[in-house]
């Protein structure tokens, strides 16, 4: 286990719990969650601002110990933007040695070349509406593999269009294993975006919604 200076270091929790993967290409499948607090940033339709603050101090232990006693091999760490705190890495490798399938749902915002190439990292790209677009670190995609994924929340049509010229700029699809398209929940009917991707004959890219929402209600923590 990852210590420093004999400590062994901690990382600031908000939540740990099973249930079923919401969105990417492992939608519904069972998977547990570990939620890291805090993010440097502030999108517009953030449906996680609770994990802006507070959460718990685990050691990495602990955290692994949680995650063992649900006894399911596929786990995500998520957030608020997990790799914000400097110990998420050290968490991701101990999964890995431990033979965890492991997930990473991060924001395009923070580097991700020290995430171990075992975790399968899930890249949200902001778009225009987001607020948060001008924070987008371009670099990270020299450091996905072909087994990442790629998401851009869309909000309306410009959000779109601007997807659609950022996967063409950067030829997205050749470089992983899927690109996703996901309307905001509430603001954007999927119907349109679907409408949108079809009538553009975008077959390489995924529509995707965001599973939990429909199967819970949108503000339901811990599922």
Not at 35 to 56: N, Q, V
Request: aromatic share 10%; net charge negative.
């Amino acid at each position: 286990m990852t210590k420093r200076s004999g400590v062994e270091e901690k990382l600031l929790v908000t939540e740990i719990f099973l249930s079923i993967q919401g969105e990417s290409t492992w939608m519904g499948c069972p998977c547990t969650f570990i939620r890291l607090t805090g993010c440097p940033l502030r999108c517009i339709y953030c449906d996680t601002a609770y994990a802006f603050s507070g959460g718990t101090k685990l050691t990495i232990s602990e955290i692994i110990e949680t995650v063992e006693n649900f006894g399911c091999r596929l786990v995500e760490v998520t957030g608020g933007e997990p790799l914000a705190q400097k110990g998420t890495v050290h968490l991701l490798e101990e999964l890995v040695e431990r033979q965890y399938t492991v997930l990473l749902e991060t924001s395009g915002a923070l580097a991700v070349k020290d995430v171990p190439p075992q975790v399968h990292k899930i890249m949200d790209i902001k778009t225009p509406t987001s607020g948060e677009s001008e924070n987008n670190k371009w670099e990270n995609l020299d450091f996905l593999s072909p087994h990442d994924e790629i998401k851009f929340v869309i909000g309306d049509r410009s959000d779109y269009d601007w997807a659609k010229n950022i996967c063409s700029q950067y030829a997205l699809t050749s470089k992983v294993k899927a690109v996703l398209f996901s309307p905001v929940f509430g603001r954007l009917n999927p119907q349109t975006l679907v409408s949108w991707l079809l009538e553009d004959r975008l077959f390489e890219i995924r529509f995707q919604l965001q599973l939990h929402k429909y199967i819970w209600h949108p503000d339901t923590r811990g599922v």
